[in-house]
């Protein structure tokens, strides 16, 4: 029997990926989705009937750790990656940041505990390094709360690692840089420019374009998630996902206005700019422990994954559920 995996937040960008992978490599799934009243499965209601026929959907919510529980039941490897991310909400609501995040963690490891499960995945964020005070950045950079996201996601992290050094737990902290791909929320950069392009807009809103980051391509990602948890050497670590490579906003901006609408052209809306000591103005990730320790490698160059994100958005389907002219924290 293959084994069978629970995925919190497999209704969002990442975990719907996810759980494609996990399918592909002939997983049984249990996708955990955000319990709301249309009985809306997020992404996953755009996998074929064929999929959704091979996925066991569990409603419910991260903070409530009864539910976690009974989720949890009969599932052999956890990924947990439901969480709150946006950076901007995070400082309108700090304190749901903690309760979802921190709180939401301890519930699904606490249970995985006390369940005996045989391996669980922890999501972090390339965001917990803050600026880079060296490159790349490899797992042991000190670590910068500098949004309430980032210090809730160390909080995160922390009462992870707390478990894999108190109870021995297969824990592994599992740490992607900056992914983009199909699916991605409208808040991030390159849905932003992608959608507004596409919607004909010549002056694209954008913040600051001077910081780097580390691009990794969504299905790269997800792959990566899998060799981490086939990996036992990599218990009790943390882990990144990264491609060992950084580029400005401004050059991948200008990639895809060329690619779009050379028409186009940037115009800096303030609203959209972070506090000057919350940027985080250099992301560019150390990669070699992934590819020590599993067979990850990046499958994707920056330009295909562009290239086919640009596909997916260009689908009037895909395009009608995002509202470019609206800013989305």
């Given amino acids: 029997m293959s084994k069978k995996v629970l995925v919190t937040g497999a209704d969002g960008f990442i975990g719907s990926h996810l759980v494609e992978e996990l399918l592909g490599q002939g997983y049984r799934v249990k996708a955990f989705c955000m319990y709301n009243s249309f009985n809306t499965w997020g992404w996953l209601d755009s996998f074929s009937k064929e999929k959704l026929n091979k996925i066991e959907v569990f409603m419910g919510d991260v903070r409530d750790p009864n539910g976690v529980r009974t989720a949890m039941k009969g599932c052999d490897v956890v990924y947990h990656l439901a969480a709150l991310i946006a950076i901007p909400y995070s400082y309108h609501s700090p304190d749901s940041y903690v309760d979802t995040n921190v709180k939401g963690t301890l519930n699904i490891i606490q249970a995985a505990r ?66 983009y791909g199909p699916r991605q929320s409208a808040r991030a950069i390159i849905p932003t420019i992608i959608t507004q392009l596409l919607n004909g807009v010549e002056e694209i809103k954008l913040g600051d374009l001077t910081p780097t980051r580390d691009l990794l391509f969504v299905k790269d990602t997800a792959k990566g998630f899998v060799a981490i ?22 050059k991948m901006a200008d990639t895809l206005i060329e690619l779009i609408n050379p028409k186009a052209r940037i115009i800096q809306d303030q609203k959209r700019l972070r506090p000057e000591k919350s940027e985080v103005f250099r992301l560019f990730g150390d990669n070699s422990k992934i590819i020590e320790h599993t067979n990850w490698n990046v499958s994707y160059t920056l330009e295909e994954g562009l290239q086919e994100t640009i596909k997916w958005f260009s689908d009037e389907k895909n395009l009608s559920q995002y509202k470019s002219d609206i800013y989305n924290i």
């Fill in 229 to 250: 948890a086939n990996s036992e050497s990599l218990i009790g670590h943390e882990c990144n996902i990264a491609t060992n490579s950084e580029i400005s906003m401004q």
């Fill in 114 to 179: 006390d369940l005996n499960v045989e391996r669980v995945l922890v999501t972090s964020t390339s965001e917990i390094y803050g600026t880079a005070q060296y490159v790349p950045i490899d797992e042991i950079h000190p670590k910068q709360p500098q949004s309430p996201y980032s210090a809730s996601k160390i909080g995160a992290d922390c009462m992870a690692d707390s478990f894999y050094r108190s109870f021995d737990m297969p824990i592994t902290i599992v740490r992607p840089f900056n992914t």
